[in-house]
């Protein structure tokens, strides 16, 4: 399982996040565009390394580069009352790899962070790229696209769920339950969105991307929510092998890149290159 997780996360910081970031057109984020490679390089080695104070310190250099993401999403100005729910999706992709980083460092280390299991630790690395920084982003950027209450509702309840199933590593498996069945509310408004509006795609490719991101949402969710289900309730459910080789595949290649791809080739974006949202 190891090695399949730290492949996946180094799809999301190689390849998911600054995808990510050239969907945001906003020059102020243009910094942010240029430092992301070398921590995400430096992230990605340190996955394969022995723990210790090599894999440690690339570990922090990824950080730092979380953390200039933090910094401009500090420095975004204060959006309109209807644009709220979209911020607040942008403002949670733009936070969560530096919760990634942090458990990061803490695994890279050797150290059980707030008491965690390693193992939870490397799995909390790729949680926060795919359902932290992928899921919040384009369900930030769909509220933009096909604005109504339906959009709003999902640009809200993806990081909000995102944030409870975070709360509920440190309080109860059944605050885990509700943030999942949140998130899993949120993103299959997403998907159902997403597959209207590859309706109107400009070409078969980016048509089938966006459905394929659409519909694999549906069964990645429900397996999220089985697990936490389980979990919570000690019912039959998969287990952690398991869910990164269904669940995580599947929403790292078949949402997260064809998601991100899809709306690259629609010309999809937040804000312009001169700086309006």
Known sequence: MRV?????????????????????????????????PFGAVAGAVSLWLPRGTVATSLAT???VAAAVLCAYALSRPVRPRREWPTEAAVLTALISPAIAASA??????????F???????????????????????????????????????????????TLLVLLGYFTAEAVELAGALMLTAGMWTVGWLTWRYARTAPDRLTALLLGCSAVVLVASMALAVSWALGEATGLPHPSLAWMAATHGVANALGFAVCAMVGRHRAGAYLGSEEGTS
């Open 61 to 63: 250099v990824y950080a």
């Open 104 to 113: 990061l460092i803490a695994e890279r280390a050797g150290y059980h962070l």
């Open 115 to 161: 008491g965690f299991e390693l193992g939870i630790l490397t799995l909390t690395v790729a949680h926060f790229h795919f359902a932290g920084f992928a899921a919040a982003l384009i369900a930030g950027l769909q509220s933009r696209l096909t604005p109504g209450r339906a959009a709003d509702a999902a640009a809200l309840t993806v990081p909000a769920g």
């Open 4 to 36: 399949l997780v730290n492949l996946l996360v180094a799809v999301g910081m190689l390849v998911v996040v600054p995808a990510g970031l050239r969907l945001i057109r906003d020059p102020a984020v243009a910094f942010a565009r240029r430092c992301w």
